[in-house]
């Protein structure tokens, strides 16, 4: 139901943008968000879309990264510019039924994508 495209590798300081592609319409009603996962470490929060308030952006992103999604509700983007090598992952999206607060565990997500690998060198 989630599809991530647009990941791959570029070199420090670089640009991607991740695509995520819904198959059904996911509104301001639900919690739209982007995580990303080094091996041997757990899947980190990077980017949200919260119903109607503020994206939220992890400290690490803060100023490089934007969430965003088209007026359709169909697809979700991550801009992501000044690439570092510490942003290397593989990210996914994932969505959630918006009742006041996103889900603060990973669990709390009922929709996933498959992933999308980004790799940056230095």
């Known amino acids: 139901q989630l599809t991530e495209s647009g990941g791959g590798s570029v070199q420090a300081g670089g640009s991607l943008r991740l695509s995520c592609a819904a198959s059904?319409?996911?509104?301001?009603?639900?919690?739209m968000t982007w995580f990303r996962q080094v091996p041997g470490k757990e899947r980190e929060k990077v980017a949200s879309?919260?119903?109607?308030?503020?994206?939220f952006y992890a400290d690490s992103v803060t100023g490089r990264f934007v969430i965003s999604k088209d007026n359709q509700g169909m697809t979700l983007y991550l801009q992501m510019n000044d690439l570092q090598p510490e942003d290397t992952a593989m990210y996914y999206c994932?969505?959630?039924?918006?009742?006041?607060?996103?889900?603060?565990?990973?669990?709390?997500?009922?929709?996933w994508g498959q992933g999308t690998q980004v790799t940056v060198s230095s």
């Open positions: 059904e319409y996911f509104g301001s009603r639900f919690c």
């Open positions: 994932a969505a959630e039924e918006y009742l006041g607060y996103c889900p603060r565990t990973l669990g709390g997500y009922s929709v």
């Open positions: 879309l919260e119903g109607l308030s503020r994206p």
